[in-house]
């Protein structure tokens, strides 16, 4: 792992790891803590946005504030590859879960945006709401 030249404790390279690791690609404080005491290493949370903080100015992770309903969200993109420039997320409107998204055919939707409407959008910051599948599924279930 090459995170960056600066030095990284114990905990800040839990952190990384948690964070590389993640399958959603999008993580909350609240989510590192817990799976950091499920690991027996108890880290407040002032000491998780801490590091957080330092990783961001160090550009090994970035903070997204989706709304101002819920609470930042933190994404792993050291050594990212291209195919995260087409990543989007996916907020279910009944449940709140966010799934990180990605797919080529959003980039021709981007590529559209910025030549026909001469706006460069954000990839890592591109939200679409609606329901999702476990979501679609119950209220199947109830018909």
Do not use: W
């Not at 949370?45 to 801490?50: E, G, L």
């Not at 997204?64 to 994404?75: E, K, M, P």
């Amino acid at each position: 792992m090459n995170y960056s030249n600066s030095y990284h404790t114990k905990q800040q390279q839990a952190i990384l790891e948690y964070m590389e690791n993640s399958t959603d690609g999008y993580v909350t404080v609240n989510q590192i803590a817990k799976h950091l005491k499920e690991q027996g290493r108890s880290v407040g949370t002032t000491t998780i946005y801490r590091h957080l903080d330092k990783f961001q100015k160090e550009g090994i992770v970035q903070k997204i504030v989706l709304d101002g309903n819920s609470g930042a969200y933190y994404q792993y993109i050291a050594g990212e590859s291209g195919n995260k420039d087409c990543q989007f997320l996916l907020k279910c409107e009944n449940c709140g879960e966010i799934t990180n998204m990605g797919c080529s055919h959003m980039q021709e939707l981007y590529m559209h945006v910025l030549e026909e409407h001469n706006f460069n959008v954000n990839p890592h910051r591109t939200m679409f709401y609606g329901v999702c599948g476990k979501c679609l599924y119950k209220k199947q279930d109830l018909f």
